[in-house]
């Protein structure tokens, strides 16, 4: 099961409006960017953080390969969700060093690099 509708970031401009104005950071086998839009002197209603991930051919040729990367950091998300911050846009770039991580892997990873950007409630 992937992560709900309202948490994915699908959008080419999302993507690339979170590479130009986000912060980031990285970890051994992945680069988390994230953005949080603020609305300068105005009281807007805060959206859900939403999740994108990127990963190319250079870390496998084989879209096999690729899918079951996405597939287990989307389920990593889907643990941590429940304590990410509302309004966050947040791009996770897979390395090519990630062909041999598991999926404790990503949680943990992802986990060290939310609590580095202070996305995770508490931190």
Not at 61 to 71: G, L, S
Not at 103 to 112: A, I, P, W
């Amino acid at each position: 099961m992937g992560l709900p509708q309202i948490h994915r970031l699908k959008h080419w401009r999302d993507f690339r409006t979170v590479y130009q104005q986000g912060i980031r950071r990285h970890s051994e086998h992945l680069v988390l960017r994230a953005w949080f839009p603020r609305a300068v002197g105005e009281q807007s209603q805060i959206n859900p953080s939403r999740i994108g991930i990127s990963i190319g051919k250079k870390v496998s040729k084989k879209a096999v390969v690729r899918n079951r990367i996405k597939r287990q950091i989307h389920g990593a998300f889907l643990q941590l969700l429940p304590r990410i911050l509302d309004g966050w846009q947040i791009v996770v770039v897979v390395k090519p060093t990630a062909v041999e991580c598991k999926y404790d892997d990503f949680l943990r990873e992802l986990e060290e690099l939310l609590k580095k950007t202070k996305i995770i409630n508490g931190y």
